[in-house]
């Protein structure tokens, strides 16, 4: 297949949704749910990383899997928009940018340092699942977090580090590719992925 024949996608997969096409587990057919419900996918695409079943936003598929390890590998930045539970700290943001300790395949990991900001006014988003559970009578605080590793869960972990479990997950940016005005389950065809 020449370059230039690679197919591209840029999806909002929706929470409660697995970052996989489909599972050849019967079990998990039934009481999961797939990106292969979304939209009639060629053959040979995959997602390049991946977002928990929890988490929702942007998800880029390919089925140029050299463009999917590169970006896998090689530290494109990733923004999240994440809701907290309790009004963040300055000190737990600083932490938060300076690295913190979370625990990775049953070792200590250190994160690298990354930028973190306080979002003062709420960003135009969907409403949340209604399995989330966010409270109505305690605080909650929004922040911006760009990150460029991506291991298991790293997001939850770093904000759970710092006192302040994450209630809810929104990647909106991976490199110059952006969310945007996508709404969740909405598939759209892109030409090109450069990185």
Same mark, same amino acid.
Do not use: C
């Given at each position: =297949?020449?370059?230039? *024949? @690679? +197919?591209?996608?840029?999806? %909002?997969k929706?929470?409660g =949704?697995?970052?996989q096409? @489909?599972?050849n #587990? *019967?079990k998990?057919?039934?009481?999961?749910r797939? +990106?292969?419900?979304?939209?009639n996918?060629?053959d040979?695409? =995959?997602?390049?990383?991946?977002? #928990?079943?929890?988490? &929702?936003g942007?998800?880029?598929?390919?089925?140029?899997?050299?463009?999917?390890d590169?970006?896998?590998?090689?530290?494109?930045e /990733?923004?999240?928009?994440?809701?907290? #539970?309790?009004?963040?700290?300055?000190? *737990?943001? &600083?932490?938060?940018?300076? $690295?913190?300790?979370?625990?990775f395949?049953? !070792?200590? %990991?250190?994160t690298?340092?990354?930028?973190?900001?306080?979002?003062?006014?709420?960003p *135009?988003l969907p409403e949340?699942?209604?399995k989330? !559970?966010?409270? !109505?009578h305690?605080?909650?605080?929004?922040i911006s977090?760009?990150?460029? &590793?991506g /291991?298991f869960?790293?997001? !939850?972990?770093?904000?759970a580090?710092?006192?302040?479990?994450?209630l809810?997950?929104?990647? =909106?940016?991976? $490199?110059?590719v952006?969310?945007?005005? +996508?709404?969740? $389950?909405?598939?759209?065809?892109?030409?090109?992925?450069?990185?």
């Amino acid at each position: =297949m020449p370059e230039n *024949a @690679h +197919l591209h996608f840029k999806i %909002y997969k929706p929470f409660g =949704m697995l970052s996989q096409l @489909h599972s050849n #587990d *019967a079990k998990e057919s039934r009481n999961k749910r797939f +990106l292969g419900e979304l939209y009639n996918f060629p053959d040979g695409i =995959m997602p390049i990383g991946r977002l #928990d079943e929890k988490s &929702e936003g942007l998800l880029l598929l390919t089925t140029d899997g050299k463009l999917s390890d590169l970006v896998n590998r090689s530290g494109v930045e /990733k923004e999240y928009y994440v809701q907290l #539970d309790g009004e963040i700290t300055n000190e *737990a943001i &600083e932490l938060l940018q300076n $690295g913190v300790e979370i625990g990775f395949h049953g !070792r200590k %990991y250190i994160t690298k340092s990354t930028l973190v900001q306080r979002l003062s006014t709420l960003p *135009a988003l969907p409403e949340p699942n209604n399995k989330l !559970r966010i409270g !109505r009578h305690r605080p909650t605080s929004w922040i911006s977090i760009s990150i460029t &590793e991506g /291991k298991f869960r790293q997001v !939850r972990k770093m904000t759970a580090a710092v006192g302040f479990p994450t209630l809810r997950l929104i990647r =909106m940016r991976i $490199g110059d590719v952006r969310l945007k005005e +996508l709404s969740p $389950g909405k598939v759209i065809p892109i030409k090109e992925l450069s990185f």
